[in-house]
């Protein structure tokens, strides 16, 4: 590595360091930044820094990963129950979109071969930043995230369509031609072909690591998994991207796709930011300065043409004038694909220069907008569209239910991690409420699918403890890893509450002293908890006076610890490898439209034949615990299961698919 090159990764770092942190301060995502960082770093602007082949090759892996993340969402057969979406909407949405764009292009006199390109160049939306930023809205399991998610997916599957079409236009071919189908006929052998492979190996390869003990074997096992699986798809003549996903959805039905997910996090946001300031550095701003008016008209022209393509089509499937706008605004900005087509087109001097640099602008200021639509969809929907929109409702539901908990009396819990739940089940049991507050975004969206009382905010924070109920709270509970967490809550807790008592579980004393002066009630350090059951098995042994008291505590505690396994695993804490019993979990199930279970009863269903227990059913924001038999499943339930990954994944199977 020479200086030069050096420099400019310091240079990329650095700056990279400085967006992220004043975009985090001012809570908005860093991909505008990271673009912001490419347009003036690039060519054309300061020209510090400027992308190679081998760059750019490098950037498109963070799309590779993003998108092998989202294939550990799903599954084959949640997939499977979304087919009308990804090929009817997602379909419609593509041909569309592509004859509008092509037409106007067509009468603006350019040829139609580069008017089809075109067209396809805007039908793309971004995978990057729609997934991203709508999994960290917890809106990928909503409906017009689903909506959005099906969509995306065969725009990514559409690309080697107009991929080929760049080529046979560079050649002088007739557009339409043999070649395409039988293109299409590969890349569908090709998807076979992974997902067959992978479904029989991939379970046995990451159960004999996981045997190993390897925390670098099982990183080095999982990059090849995902690397190889794009290059067959890309050698195949698809994109990287679509071997990611599929790498990812086959993954999704192991026990080990959190401990993955939490693997290949550090690979998948390093190289994102790589493949954003790659998009910046393409943005050209003489064609800015010189074509202001027509490059603005481009991006009015694509968001408000678009969304409302988007919006009137997905009204056919969802029903809702919320929803259908709300999945308009989430994809009415151009995508990465897209440019990849434009960029593309360039070099096979298939689209004329100018052209081609305006529109490639307009894109990338679209994508830098898009952000803003995603996070205010809501927002600007419900200002939009009069009505009552479902989910805002559902929502509001689940906010009045909070409120009216906060008046009486409960118990807050803060920490909702194994011991947290486990607090939860008890109190469900005895009767008593409670409301618990969780920074892990995962687990809070798990646990309210399941209808669980659970909040995203900070407890060492006053108003957070104040909004659900600490002056009406009988007890708050503290079950957080990190001991100096534990003693902001405790501190914030008694300045406002001096007389709520206050227990407290840490992971070890060393904050003993600090906690107790504080005003901690009482606190458990689990090394101490160990301890005292060793030594009580240890004075079993020894034949102790007390043994029969010793033992009963042992049974009891031995009993509890065997019903209360019912958790939402928090994401990344899987250990690779697990006895058979603790491998034992909870899992949410939404049935969509079209899923098999819908309009069935649980005793058709014969879900504990499969080893599986429904612990309970969400139904319009309402939580039946221990559903009856003869409970008769309707669309959009969520249903919370209990068992093993693999009969988990039977389970998913049966309810989705048949």
Same mark, same amino acid.
């Given at each position: 590595?020479?200086?030069?090159?050096?420099?400019?990764?310091?240079?990329?770092?650095?700056?990279?360091?400085?967006?992220?942190?004043?975009?985090?301060?001012?809570?908005?995502?860093?991909?505008?930044?990271?673009?912001?960082?490419?347009?003036?770093?690039?060519?054309?602007?300061?020209?510090?820094?400027?992308?190679?082949?081998?760059?750019?090759?490098?950037?498109?892996?963070?799309?590779?990963?993003?998108?092998?993340?989202?294939?550990?969402?799903?599954?084959?057969?949640?997939?499977?129950?979304?087919?009308?979406?990804?090929?009817?909407?997602?379909?419609?949405?593509?041909?569309?979109?592509?004859?509008?764009?092509?037409? !106007?292009?067509?009468?603006?006199?350019?040829?139609?071969?580069?008017?089809?390109?075109?067209?396809?160049?805007?039908?793309?939306?971004?995978?990057?930043?729609?997934?991203?930023?709508?999994?960290?809205?917890?809106?990928?399991?909503?409906?017009?995230?689903?909506?959005?998610?099906?969509?995306?997916?065969?725009?990514?599957?559409?690309?080697?369509?107009?991929?080929?079409?760049?080529?046979?236009?560079?050649?002088?071919?007739?557009?339409?031609?043999?070649?395409?189908?039988?293109?299409?006929?590969?890349?569908?052998?090709?998807?076979?072909?992974?997902?067959?492979?992978?479904?029989?190996?991939?379970?046995?390869?990451?159960?004999?690591?996981?045997?190993?003990?390897?925390?670098?074997?099982?990183?080095?096992?999982?990059?090849? %998994?995902?690397?190889?699986?794009?290059?067959?798809?890309?050698?195949?003549?698809?994109?990287?991207?679509?071997?990611?996903?599929?790498?990812?959805?086959?993954?999704?039905?192991?026990?080990?796709?959190?401990?993955?997910?939490?693997?290949?996090?550090?690979?998948?946001?390093?190289?994102?930011?790589?493949?954003?300031?790659?998009?910046?550095?393409?943005?050209?701003?003489?064609?800015?300065?010189?074509?202001?008016?027509?490059?603005?008209?481009?991006?009015?022209?694509?968001?408000?043409?678009?969304?409302?393509?988007?919006?009137?089509?997905?009204?056919?499937?969802?029903?809702?004038?919320?929803?259908?706008?709300?999945?308009?605004?989430? $994809?009415?900005?151009?995508?990465?694909?897209?440019?990849? $087509?434009?960029?593309?087109?360039?070099?096979?001097?298939?689209?004329?220069?100018?052209?081609?640099?305006?529109?490639?602008?307009?894109?990338?200021?679209?994508?830098?907008?898009?952000?803003?639509?995603?996070?205010?969809?809501?927002?600007?929907?419900?200002?939009?569209?009069?009505?009552?929109?479902?989910?805002?409702?559902?929502?509001?539901?689940?906010?009045?239910? !909070?409120?009216?908990?906060?008046?009486?009396?409960?118990?807050?819990?803060?920490?909702?991690?194994?011991?947290?739940?486990?607090?939860?089940?008890?109190?469900?049991?005895?009767?008593?409420?409670?409301?618990?507050?969780?920074?892990?975004?995962?687990?809070?969206?798990?646990?309210?699918?399941?209808?669980?009382?659970?909040?995203?905010?900070?407890?060492?924070?006053?108003?957070?403890?104040?909004?659900?109920?600490?002056?009406?709270?009988?007890?708050?509970?503290?079950?957080?890893?990190?001991?100096?967490?534990?003693?902001?809550?405790?501190?914030?807790?008694?300045?406002?509450?001096?007389?709520?008592?206050?227990?407290?579980?840490?992971?070890?004393?060393?904050?003993?002293?600090?906690?107790?002066?504080?005003?901690?009630?009482?606190?458990?350090?689990?090394?101490?908890?160990?301890?005292?059951?060793?030594?009580?098995?240890?004075?079993?042994? $020894?034949?102790?006076?007390?043994?029969? %008291?010793?033992?009963?505590?042992?049974?009891?505690?031995?009993?509890?610890?065997?019903?209360?396994?019912?958790?939402?695993?928090?994401?990344?804490?899987?250990?690779?490898?697990?006895?058979?019993?603790?491998?034992?979990?909870?899992?949410?199930?939404?049935?969509?439209?079209?899923?098999?279970?819908?309009?069935?009863?649980?005793?058709?269903?014969?879900?504990?034949?499969?080893?599986?227990?429904?612990?309970?059913?969400?139904?319009?924001?309402?939580?039946?615990?221990?559903?009856?038999?003869?409970?008769? $499943?309707?669309?959009?339930?969520?249903?919370?299961?209990?068992?093993?990954?693999?009969?988990?994944?039977?389970?998913?199977?049966?309810?989705?698919?048949?």
């Amino acid at each position: 590595m020479n200086e030069l090159s050096l420099a400019n990764i310091l240079l990329l770092l650095s700056s990279a360091v400085l967006v992220v942190t004043v975009f985090r301060r001012l809570e908005l995502p860093p991909a505008p930044g990271y673009i912001l960082v490419g347009m003036l770093l690039g060519p054309r602007a300061f020209g510090l820094f400027s992308t190679t082949g081998e760059t750019s090759f490098l950037a498109e892996f963070g799309v590779v990963f993003l998108l092998f993340t989202l294939g550990l969402e799903f599954s084959l057969p949640r997939l499977a129950a979304m087919r009308w979406q990804m090929v009817g909407l997602g379909g419609a949405q593509v041909l569309v979109t592509s004859f509008v764009a092509a037409a !106007t292009a067509s009468w603006a006199a350019i040829p139609l071969p580069s008017a089809v390109i075109l067209g396809g160049a805007v039908a793309m939306s971004s995978t990057v930043i729609v997934i991203k930023q709508l999994r960290e809205q917890l809106e990928l399991d909503q409906s017009h995230g689903r909506c959005a998610v099906a969509t995306l997916l065969f725009q990514d599957m559409a690309v080697i369509v107009f991929l080929i079409l760049i080529s046979l236009a560079a050649q002088g071919d007739q557009l339409f031609s043999v070649q395409i189908l039988l293109a299409l006929v590969e890349a569908i052998a090709a998807l076979v072909i992974v997902l067959a492979v992978g479904h029989r190996l991939l379970r046995p390869l990451f159960h004999e690591v996981a045997h190993r003990r390897s925390p670098e074997l099982f990183t080095l096992a999982l990059l090849l %998994i995902v690397l190889g699986a794009a290059w067959f798809t890309h050698a195949v003549g698809m994109s990287l991207a679509v071997g990611g996903f599929l790498a990812g959805l086959m993954l999704s039905e192991t026990e080990y796709r959190h401990q993955v997910e939490a693997d290949i996090r550090p690979f998948r946001d390093v190289l994102l930011g790589l493949f954003f300031i790659v998009i910046g550095t393409l943005l050209d701003f003489s064609v800015l300065a010189n074509q202001v008016a027509w490059v603005s008209l481009l991006v009015l022209a694509l968001v408000l043409v678009k969304g409302l393509i988007i919006m009137m089509l997905s009204r056919l499937f969802l029903g809702s004038w919320h929803a259908s706008l709300r999945t308009g605004l989430v $994809l009415a900005q151009g995508g990465e694909f897209g440019i990849a $087509l434009l960029a593309l087109a360039l070099q096979e001097k298939v689209l004329d220069p100018a052209i081609a640099q305006a529109l490639l602008a307009g894109v990338v200021i679209s994508m830098v907008l898009s952000p803003l639509l995603i996070r205010h969809n809501r927002t600007i929907a419900e200002w939009l569209v009069s009505g009552k929109d479902p989910e805002p409702h559902r929502l509001a539901l689940q906010h009045d239910a !909070t409120l009216a908990v906060a008046k009486r009396r409960h118990v807050i819990i803060c920490g909702y991690g194994r011991v947290g739940q486990n607090l939860a089940r008890i109190l469900e049991q005895e009767g008593f409420e409670y409301i618990a507050l969780d920074l892990d975004p995962y687990r809070v969206s798990v646990a309210r699918q399941a209808g669980d009382p659970v909040h995203y905010g900070d407890a060492s924070q006053r108003d957070v403890l104040e909004s659900v109920g600490l002056v009406n709270a009988s007890v708050v509970v503290i079950s957080v890893p990190d001991s100096l967490g534990a003693l902001k809550i405790v501190r914030t807790a008694k300045e406002r509450c001096p007389e709520v008592p206050v227990l407290v579980r840490t992971r070890d004393d060393t904050e003993l002293d600090s906690l107790q002066k504080a005003g901690a009630t009482e606190i458990v350090p689990e090394s101490l908890e160990a301890a005292l059951m060793l030594a009580s098995h240890l004075l079993l042994l $020894l034949n102790v006076p007390i043994s029969r %008291i010793v033992h009963k505590v042992a049974n009891i505690r031995g009993h509890r610890y065997t019903m209360l396994r019912n958790i939402f695993r928090k994401e990344g804490a899987q250990v690779l490898d697990e006895s058979h019993a603790l491998r034992e979990q909870l899992q949410t199930v939404t049935l969509p439209e079209g899923a098999a279970a819908v309009d069935r009863s649980l005793a058709e269903l014969r879900l504990p034949d499969s080893g599986i227990l429904i612990t309970a059913i969400r139904r319009q924001g309402i939580v039946g615990r221990q559903p009856t038999a003869d409970t008769v $499943l309707k669309q959009d339930d969520v249903l919370v299961l209990y068992g093993t990954p693999e009969s988990l994944e039977r389970a998913e199977t049966l309810l989705l698919s048949g």
